[in-house]
Every structure is written in C-alpha cells, then in structure tokens.
Nanobody, 127 residues
Framework: QVQLVESGGGSVQAGGSLRLSCAAS????????MAWFRQAPGKEREGVAA????????YIGDSVKGRFTVSQANDNHTLYLQMNSLKPEDAAMYYC????????????????????WGQGTQVTVSS
C-alpha cells in the first residue's frame, strides 16, 4: 500500500516560516494530483494547495496566497509546502494527500476525492 509521510511541522511565532515535506513510500505510482489540506479544531478540512499533473494546474488557497508556495520534486512523488509570514489562523494539522484518478483534478481540492493520505503534521503559530 502506498504511504505518505509528512514532516516539517512545529511551533513558530507569527511571521515565521516553516517548510513541510511529503514523501511517498514508493516511486512505482504516478499521481494525477497531490495536495495539502489542513484542519483546525472545530473546522472543516480545508484544501490549502494542490498540484494537478493532469492539465498542469497549481492551486493556492485565497487565504494563503502570497505567503505559501507549493512545489513538487521532479519525480512527482515528493511534495513541499513553503509557508512564510505565518499567522495564528494558520495553526492546524496539515495533511498531505494524493489522488490517482481524474476526479481529484477539481479545484479547490476536495478531501473526498483524494485516495492516499499521510498521518498529518502539526503546525502551531503563536502571537
């Protein structure tokens, strides 16, 4: 079974930066989509950023535009999220996800359309 593993979370002061990484346990699969989601207590899981290989689209959520950047290694199996100018409202559990069917190409990314998930990495932002 394909496994995704996130890393890079932690605690940072407002205005600081973090870089999240997501690595796949195998390189035998190609992805239609890879995405970052986040979920804070009491809130819905939110699509933060995505790279859609089918069609070559890149999505950045409105709330993080200008601050977050999503990128992918050229092997298409490692995903990054560079988070700058972090705000307290960015605090959440961040999840990496991948989709292997065309259904995941819809934007903004929807959690139900992604097949593989990491366990999440916690991001805390203090004022």
């Amino acid at each position: 079974q394909v496994q995704l593993v996130e890393s890079g979370g932690g605690s940072v002061q407002a205005g600081g930066s973090l870089r999240l990484s997501c690595a796949a346990s195998t390189y035998t699969y190609s992805w239609y989509c890879m995405a970052w989601f986040r979920q804070a207590p009491g809130k819905e899981r939110e699509g933060v950023a995505a790279i859609v290989s089918y069609g070559g689209s890149i999505y950045i959520g409105d709330s993080v535009k200008g601050r977050f950047t999503v990128s992918q290694a050229n092997d298409n199996h490692t995903l990054y999220l560079q988070m700058n100018s972090l705000k307290p409202e960015d605090a959440a559990m961040y999840y990496c996800a991948a989709g292997q069917s065309r259904s995941c190409t819809v934007l903004p990314p929807r959690p139900t359309l992604y097949t593989y998930w990491g366990q999440g990495t916690q991001v805390t932002v203090s004022s």
